[in-house]
């Protein structure tokens, strides 16, 4: 972006504005305005060099008036009402000029009365140009209306200068005419290869969306046939009791995961839309993962997994939300379960470095590659590394932990080689927090 469109931009910010086309329209406007500035300021040196110094004053005005268009466009004026002012302008300034000039003498200030069409198409469109030419062609029409009865306009600058001023007024208007019609088709370019670039993006969503609905469909089927399966042979005559609980206990573990699946998906949902609404409350960080760790006791027991704790000797305190900092650590740990073997360790550290606090989660299983490193933390960003127990993975854990970890202003992250297992950590900045020795 060069000077010009970042100076542009302070007026017209690319963010304030969703369709790219209402962006070239504003962009558009904020550039006439300063060209005609320009322009009447050439008008002005013109007509202080031919005396006409009526002329002059007028320009200053209206140099003032374009440059102060565009501010009340970024003060929140409609675009519609400051490009009908911004012609209107234009007009006014043809009026006084033909007035001062001796009424329709030659084509002097004609640049003037041919940009009220030309400028209204561009900005506004067909029938506002329309409009515009009626208007022009009025103020001409009423010029020669007093000519044709007799009426004389006092000249009032030096007219032995009027073949200059002629071939000067003419050249602005070809160069006016063309900067705003280059202005306005570059921009049309620069609109429609964003709107290029916006669609592509919304088609790759759809692709996205539709894989995640077979992916979230398949997902739900096979735990729903299960529960339809186990109920159905649970209330045969033939099954004893014992085989009944354990019909319900498989019924109760495919609702858990569909459970799980629905919830993850409701958080995405809710996330996304900017309603996570973050509770921050003073926690002691060594209490919430002692606590958290005996919960998750009982699964890592069933799994085989030793889940081990390293605190640090200082109890650390930090201002963060309770319920969405646990939703980190469990995505963290339930996964090191998932993909760790049988009696290795799931070990997760505090610790505290000048400017974070740092959890990690480090296990001992299969490890990422570099190539599917990119994939984590993106949604059903799902690698190459398969759960010990066939578990599903949608990749949707660790888009949320990165959701929420960006609301919360950490740092998430993971450090790992193929077979060597997996850091997973997250830094939390240090903000209204103190360490209690
Ligand atoms: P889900 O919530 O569906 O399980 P995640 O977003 O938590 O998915 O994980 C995304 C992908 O990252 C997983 O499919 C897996 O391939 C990889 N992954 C996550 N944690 C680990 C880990 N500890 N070891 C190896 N791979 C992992």
């Known amino acids: 972006m060069n000077k010009f469109d970042e100076w542009i931009s302070w ?23 300063f060209l005609t500035a320009f322009f009447a300021l050439g008008y002005c040196l013109m007509s202080i060099y031919m005396s006409g110094y009526y002329f002059a004053v007028a320009m200053v005005i209206s140099i003032v008036v374009f440059l102060i268009l565009p501010l009340l466009l970024k003060w929140g004026l409609g675009l519609v009402t400051l490009a009908n002012v911004y012609t209107a302008l234009i007009a006014v300034v043809y009026i006084c000029l033909v007035y001062w000039d001796g009424g329709i003498r030659n084509a002097n200030v004609a640049p003037w009365i041919i940009m009220l069409p030309a400028v209204a198409m561009m900005m506004q469109g067909i029938r506002a140009s329309m409009a515009w030419l009626v208007i022009s062609l009025i103020i001409v029409g009423g010029f020669a209306y007093f000519n044709f009865r007799g009426v004389r306009f006092a000249v009032r600058f030096d007219t032995s200068k009027d073949p200059l001023f002629n071939l000067l007024s003419l050249s602005g208007l070809v160069a006016i005419i063309s900067l705003i019609i280059f202005i306005s088709e570059s921009g049309k370019r620069k609109a429609q290869k964003m709107l290029e670039e916006q669609n592509k993006a919304l088609e790759r969503l759809n692709i996205e969306k539709n894989n995640f609905l077979n992916i979230v469909a398949h997902d739900l089927k096979n735990p729903l046939a299960s529960v339809r399966a186990f109920a159905e042979i649970s209330g045969y005559e033939k099954t004893t009791p014992e085989k009944r609980t354990i019909y319900l206990q498989h019924i109760a573990t495919s609702a858990d995961r569909m459970f799980e699946l629905i919830k993850n998906l409701l958080d995405v949902n809710m996330i996304e839309s900017g309603k996570m609404g973050l509770k921050p409350v003073e926690l002691c960080l060594n209490d919430l993962i002692t606590n958290y760790l005996k919960q998750a006791s009982v699964v890592a027991l069933s799994k085989q997994i030793n889940l081990v704790a390293q605190l640090p000797e200082n109890r650390i305190y930090l201002q963060t939300d309770k319920a969405r900092l646990e939703q980190i650590l469990e995505n963290f740990i339930s996964n090191g379960m998932k993909y760790s073997p049988a009696g290795s360790n799931v070990k997760v550290q505090l ?25 984590l933390f993106k949604q059903y960003g799902v690698t190459s590394s398969v759960p010990r127990e066939g578990e599903n993975s949608m990749g949707l854990g660790l888009a949320i ?35 209690i020795s």
Do not use: W
Not at 407 to 421: L, N, R, Y
Not at 424 to 433: E, G, S, V
């Open 11 to 33: 007026f017209v910010p690319d963010s304030a504005y969703a369709s790219p086309e209402t962006l070239r329209l504003h962009r558009l406007f904020v550039n006439s305005c």
């Open 351 to 375: 610790s505290d470095a000048p400017a974070y606090v740092e959890i990690c989660v480090i296990d001992a299983g299969p490890g990422i590659s570099a190539a599917d490193m990119e994939k």
């Open 401 to 435: 932990v990165k959701k929420i970890a960006d609301a919360f202003g950490a740092d998430v992250g993971c450090i790992s080689e193929p077979g060597k297992g997996c850091n997973f950590y997250i830094r939390l900045p240090k903000q209204a927090r103190e360490t």
